[in-house]
T-cell receptor, first 112, second 115 residues
């Protein structure tokens, strides 16, 4: 089945540690996106990538980094510079000119 | 992108139609209306989109007013599994390669379907 996979579903890290969230898709979509969601809030765009080896900052990129070495993969690193990293992180992909996103099931990150 | 306004929450009895309104009074001529929903602790799911004609698919119907300043998402026979947050988004579909297709999600409408 084609789809988009995020792992792990739950992640716990100590404060000050970097952590990388995985996102893999086999839908052959060019564009991939990372969103953050806090309780009771909408989704906020962190980073997005339209093609391999290219990515742009979204609305809340500070404290995060990404890479896009392969079309299928768009990992997100939450660095120690992110002041409030505890959140629900969602990855999505979509056709380059389309707005019909397919979302992963999310990773819930808790920093203690 | 045009801003949208949705009620914070709505209730609907199971089996009845759920009508979710969205105001987008500043929508421009080339902006589409998209609807997504998010069931608790899952990623949002695409439902339907339209430009100016009414649209229907296996999940829902989308009714857009003639002046395009508002729209209504209709779930014809709501079930308990339709309980979710519903997001209305207006967005231009970008033309050309290398252009971004960023969606901005507001806080949506929390629909509670009850027995």
């Amino acid at each position: 089945d084609g789809g988009i996979t995020q792992s792990p579903k739950y992640l716990f890290r100590k404060e000050g540690q970097n952590v990388t969230l995985s996102c893999e898709q086999n839908l052959n979509h060019d564009a991939m996106y990372w969103y953050r969601q806090d309780p009771g809030q909408g989704l906020r765009l962190i980073y997005y990538s339209q093609i391999v080896n290219d990515f742009q900052k979204g609305d809340i990129a500070e404290g995060y980094s990404v890479s896009r070495e392969k079309k299928e993969s768009f990992p997100l690193t939450v660095t120690s510079a992110q002041k409030n990293p505890t959140a629900f992180y969602l990855c999505a992909c979509g056709g380059q000119q389309g707005l019909r996103y397919t979302f992963g099931s999310g990773t819930r990150l808790t920093v203690v | 992108d045009a801003k949208t306004t949705q009620p914070t929450s709505m209730d609907c009895a199971e089996g009845r139609a759920a009508n979710l309104p969205c105001n987008h009074s500043t929508i421009s001529g080339n902006e589409y209306v998209y609807w997504y929903r998010q069931i608790h602790s899952q990623g949002p799911q695409y439902i339907i989109h339209g430009l100016k004609n009414n649209e229907t698919n296996e999940m829902a119907s989308l009714i857009i007013t003639e002046d395009r300043k508002s729209s209504t998402l209709i779930l014809p026979h709501a079930t308990l599994r339709d309980t979710a947050v519903y997001y209305c988004i207006v967005r231009v579909v970008p033309v050309g390669t290398g252009t971004a297709s960023k969606l901005t999600f507001g806080t949506g409408t929390r629909l509670q379907v009850t027995l």
